[in-house]
């Protein structure tokens, strides 16, 4: 278990996602960056950060038919980013597309496949997506599928850790967005927890997004976040 907090840095711009970075003096978090503040600024936002000296996931969720996801990661290979992902809904063939890209141009970042969305409730799931079964047998078989095609591990809620890591392994990586303190609203995320109940449901990493870059005090919110997720006390 690597029981790092990544911090989701869903800014609109460059200069936002700086600023807010250049509040953490003693510490580098782990960094998420996705698609608002990759599309309205390419790649050089990516560069910044990582010589900034912080590791980065890029979470651009990428789904499209295999030969167009190839060359797609094949760019994002060459970013030296430390994590990135795909929608296991994709199939298997788009993620071992995914795969191949990241090794053929000898990257290390680690490959997650996204389950279902945090914010998808098992009723849509039934109803709009017209998946039949259960979202904790749906989560398995994706992260099964994910396995399958040499991803590393996947995106899914704190509350589909063990099933994932019973069918996968326990070395198969859990990173788990949906978390938010006791005392915070859920937002738009449907099925969340807090960090210290992270910690015992086994995620490797917790995604926080809002819960500390909306919070008054940032830097006291990751500590607080990093602190209740390596101990899994509140
Ligand atoms: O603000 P909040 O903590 O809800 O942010 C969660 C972050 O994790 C967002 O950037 C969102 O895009 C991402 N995410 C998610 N659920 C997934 C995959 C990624 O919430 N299944």
Do not use: W
């Amino acid at each position: 278990m690597s029981n790092e907090v990544i911090i989701a840095c869903d800014f609109n711009s460059q200069e936002k996602t700086l600023e807010f970075l250049q509040q953490f003096k003693d510490e580098k978090p782990y960094v998420k960056i996705g698609m608002e503040v990759f599309y309205g600024n390419g790649p050089e936002i990516v560069r910044q950060i990582k010589q900034q000296g912080h590791q980065i996931f890029l979470d651009l969720k990428l789904h499209d038919i295999p030969n167009t996801v190839y060359h797609a990661m094949s760019m994002l290979a060459q970013l030296d980013v430390d994590m990135v992902n795909v929608h296991a809904a994709g199939t298997i063939e788009m993620m071992k597309a995914a795969r191949k890209a990241l090794d053929d141009h000898g990257s290390k970042a680690i490959l997650l496949a996204v389950t279902q969305l945090t914010s998808t409730t098992e009723e849509a799931m039934h109803e709009e997506l017209l998946i039949s079964k259960s979202m904790q047998e749906t989560v398995a078989q994706y992260a099964l599928n994910a396995k399958m095609a040499g991803c590393d591990g996947v995106v899914c809620s704190p509350l589909e850790v063990e099933i994932v890591k019973k069918v996968c392994g326990k070395d198969f990586q859990t990173v788990t967005p949906g978390i938010r303190f006791a005392t915070d609203s859920k937002g738009d995320q449907k099925r969340v927890t807090t960090p210290a109940i992270a910690h015992q449901l086994g995620s490797d990493y917790i995604v926080v997004g809002r819960s500390i870059t909306k919070a008054e005090n940032p830097v006291e919110a990751y500590r607080l976040a990093t602190k209740q997720f390596q101990t899994g006390e509140e």
